[in-house]
């Protein structure tokens, strides 16, 4: 089983509509990360949380919101879809403090906006 | 936060080794520099990562000059399978949100 688990992996959905990409880990990280990668360009944080109880606006955050329902579980909502949100979704997970603070990655959620 | 800058991309041939800079002139006291690797339709992989001087791993090497403003990852012999986006990261381990950037496509001959 993946350590970073994403469902669904595929979505279309019509605009106009609330939509919610899950995310849940098994490392027993405390951080975890939304990032949407757009093609042919590169990664850019939507929201982040560092514990439970912090959530912390990234680089794009317009149009979503998340929550971490707990440490393993960390959702993402786009509250009314539009085309420009399709796009590769990734959440991502890592220790944070000390050595050993790479992050790790799951498959990925593939959005498309009709 | 640390801004950093790296080629859009480079080409390579198998067999040879590749280099690749990134610039950090702002790199703070406290940053550690990190190199991730993303192949099509994946999530980002930790590669390597240093704080100062020579870092080695069995997929590659990370070399910092004193003065920290840059940094260069040195992949040896690379095979078409090295060919992805590389992305350099600078951040503080405690505090640091993982901006990613544009990154460096690198494209692998045969």
């Known amino acids: 089983d993946a350590d970073v688990t994403q469902t669904p992996r595929n979505r279309i959905t019509k605009t106009g509509k609330r939509i919610m990409l899950e995310c849940s880990q098994t490392?027993?990280?405390?951080?975890m990360y939304w990032y949407r990668q757009d093609p042919g360009l590169g990664l850019r944080l939507i929201y982040y949380?560092?514990?439970?109880?912090?959530?912390n606006k990234g680089e794009i955050s317009d149009g979503y919101s998340v929550s971490r329902q707990a440490q393993a579980k960390f959702s993402l909502s786009l509250e009314s879809a539009i085309p420009n949100q399709t796009a590769l979704y990734f959440c991502?997970?890592?220790?944070?403090?000390?050595?050993?603070?790479?992050?790790?990655f799951g498959q990925g959620t593939r959005l498309t906006v009709v | 936060l640390a801004k950093t800058t790296q080629p859009i991309s480079m080409d390579s041939y198998e067999g040879q080794e590749v280099n690749i800079t990134c610039s950090h002139n702002?790199?703070?006291?406290?940053?550690?520099i990190t190199w991730y690797q993303q192949f099509p339709s994946q999530g980002p992989r930790f590669i390597i990562q240093?704080?100062?001087t020579k870092v080695t791993n069995e997929v590659a090497s990370l070399f910092i000059p004193a003065d920290r403003k840059s940094s260069t990852l040195s992949l040896p012999r690379v095979s078409l399978s090295d060919t992805a986006v590389y992305y350099c990261?600078?951040?503080?381990?405690?505090?640091?949100?993982?901006?990613f950037g544009t990154g460096t496509r690198l494209q692998v001959f045969p």
């Open positions: 949380s560092f514990d439970v109880k912090d959530i």
């Open positions: 990261l600078v951040g503080d381990r405690n505090t640091d949100k993982l901006i």
């Open positions: 240093g704080y100062k």
């Open positions: 991502a997970t890592s220790r944070g403090t000390g050595r050993d603070t790479e992050a790790f």
């Open positions: 490392k027993g990280h405390d951080r």
């Open positions: 702002n790199i703070a006291t406290n940053d550690y």
